[in-house]
């Protein structure tokens, strides 16, 4: 059962970068397999790699001092950046990323609370459920648009979280899991949130990407499927200024949509590559497609010096 069809249909009719011929995504490897992880990995072309308890995810750190983000070029070429979500950003070190590497706005559920684009005592789920989200973004992004600056927005939705995602008011319950339910909304709210887009006088001079952070972790909803599928986050970039040479039958990461990202908006990448990341639309073979998944899976799990060193700055 596809219960994405709406961002299947997507995906296939823009640029997919797929581990098959078919529609697919990226492997997973070890500091990319959840939020902030992801958020790291495909900003900044690294994977995270600190203590889930580190003191480093306090509101008052720095958050990877030592890296450079896809926040920092944009910002260095003049953009104004934004971050926008329905639950806390400060929860996971979030807002301290995102503030730190491109000094982006945060639009968050505290922002919503104080600027009184929701009631005081209104939560659902993490925060808000991503009907709002979409309807605020829209709002925010109509007004970066009209500034004079270019612009980049990152809407992180929230809604298909485990255990069993939210069911709002948009879902309909054709299955008997929610979860299935909540997907299959999810894909309904892409979709008409990019039809939306489409509408907008910015859109045809405008890189979309829209990618999973990594694989749900709702395990029992998986518990029946092939034990031989590979399950891959998705990835669909809309409007870019260049074609893919290979999309299909790759061995890549999220790390590597870093340099894809910012190459699908048209910018020059010397060496096709930026952190550990590679540029899926360029010739050049990724980290894993030179060494292979388990062998660079094996290399990342390892400590390292200069990482701890240069990038989180322990010393």
Known sequence: IN?????????????????TDDLGGSYTIDGTQWTIASQV???MGIPLKLSIK?????????FLPGGY????????NGYVNEFICGSNANFGGTSNFYKQHGNYIIRDYNSFKENGDID????VFWGIEDAKLFEF?????????NGDKPFNMEITTI??????????????????NQYANVIECQSRQVNNFINWCKEQVWYKNTTIVITGDHNSMSEKFFAGIDTDYVRTPYNCIINSAIE?????????STIDMYPTMLAAMGATIEGDRLGLGTNLFSNKKTLMEEIGFKALKDEVEKTSDFYNNEIIGLE
């Open 3 to 19: 219960y994405i069809p709406e961002m299947s249909k997507l995906a296939k009719e823009n640029i997919n970068f797929s581990n």
């Open 41 to 43: 990995s495909q900003n």
């Open 54 to 62: 580190s003191k480093k995810y306090d509101n008052n750190s720095e």
């Open 69 to 76: 983000s896809l926040g920092e070029v944009l910002e260095a």
């Open 120 to 123: 005081e005592n209104y939560f």
């Open 137 to 145: 973004a829209k709002e925010d992004i109509t007004k970066l648009s």
């Open 159 to 176: 809604d298909t979280h485990t255990p069993d995602g939210y069911l709002c008011d948009l879902c309909k319950k054709d299955h008997k």
């Open 244 to 252: 893919p040479i290979n999309a299909k039958n790759r061995l890549f």
